[in-house]
């Protein structure tokens, strides 16, 4: 009970790191794209091989034991693709349900959602931007103020929205 939590934690630190990370890359366009590029290429290396082994490896042996379906060897596909959260959110695949069937690949959502984050924070410096200027410190606020209040609108939109149970 309250695994979760672990898996917000999470999320809030590696966000937390990332941000410093990306603050401490240098204020200049040119330094950010360099970062943020360098960032994705040592994430795809680091995650994506053991991923795409573990998606076929499992399909193969879902395959051969009768056991797939083709609900999980879609979540499995999108697992790939880091979009399981919004698979199993839009295909009505409760994560925290009594009976969630046989999906082998529930589990991916959370790393999904991190890719996801990580997105999100390379849009927000490239709206932001990051200046150590007096003058620029204004508009730079002015702006992360405006992409927060998105955000959290958009947050608070689809938290109520019935597109599930939970």
Known sequence: ???????????????FVITLSM?????????????????????????????????????AVLLVT?????????????SVL???????????????????GADWFMHTWSLAVEEQIYVALSVVFAVVGVRRTATAAPRQLRRLLI?????????LVLAFLPITSE
């Open 1 to 15: 009970p309250g695994g979760y939590l672990g898996v917000d934690m999470f999320f809030v630190v590696s966000g």
């Open 23 to 59: 603050l401490s890359s240098g204020s200049s366009p040119e330094s950010r794209t360099h970062f943020f590029v360098h960032f994705w290429i040592r994430r795809m290396f680091r995650l994506w091989p053991m991923l795409f082994v573990t998606v076929i490896v499992t399909t």
């Open 147 to 155: 992409v927060v209040a998105v955000l959290v609108s958009a947050s």
């Open 66 to 78: 009768g056991l797939a379906n083709p609900d999980s060897l879609l979540t499995g596909l999108t």
């Open 82 to 100: 880091a979009l399981s959260n919004f698979r199993l959110l839009f295909g009505r695949l409760e994560y925290f349900a009594l009976d969630t």
